[in-house]
């Protein structure tokens, strides 16, 4: 997807942290964690345009799904075109989870993939959605999330029972992947 785009919708969004989209390196890295050979319910916060949906569709299960919940209404116009019976896009905050996985009649995720600015975010917020999120995770479930900083570690210790961090260079700008889980 665009850089073009990104560009235009980081001068009109203070929610878009990115210049570009994320490189495949980092999306390889961060869903490394995914068990693509079991039936899945992915949540994705912030999917910018697409570039971890498009991977993750080629992965996962016909039986899976794919929840998408972005908050950028011109994000969520082009994320909507995608035409896969597995994809759902909500433009929507993240904080709106419960409802929305009501919604889709879904008691809870296998996993959470986060793009997130969350440096951006007010604490209270930053922590609504960190708990929201450890509760609508399976016991085994994982969090998984891509940042570019380290700062998010202490946060998501206080909601999951372990957190490893990786380093991704191979993007612009260079990428913190976290892996926590439940």
Known sequence: MSTIRYLKNLIKDR???SITPSSSFTVKKATRPINFDNDNIIVEFGPGTGVFSEYLLKKLSPNSRLIMIEL????AKLLSQIQDERVSVYEESA???DEI???EGVDQADYILSGIPFSFLNNDIKHQILNKSADYLKNDGKFLAYQTSSHLKK???KYFSSVSISYEWRNLPPMCIYEANK
């Open 95 to 97: 904080l709106a989870i």
């Open 15 to 17: 929610n878009v942290a």
């Open 155 to 157: 946060s998501l210790e």
């Open 101 to 103: 996985l009501e919604n």
């Open 72 to 75: 950028n209404a011109d994000f």
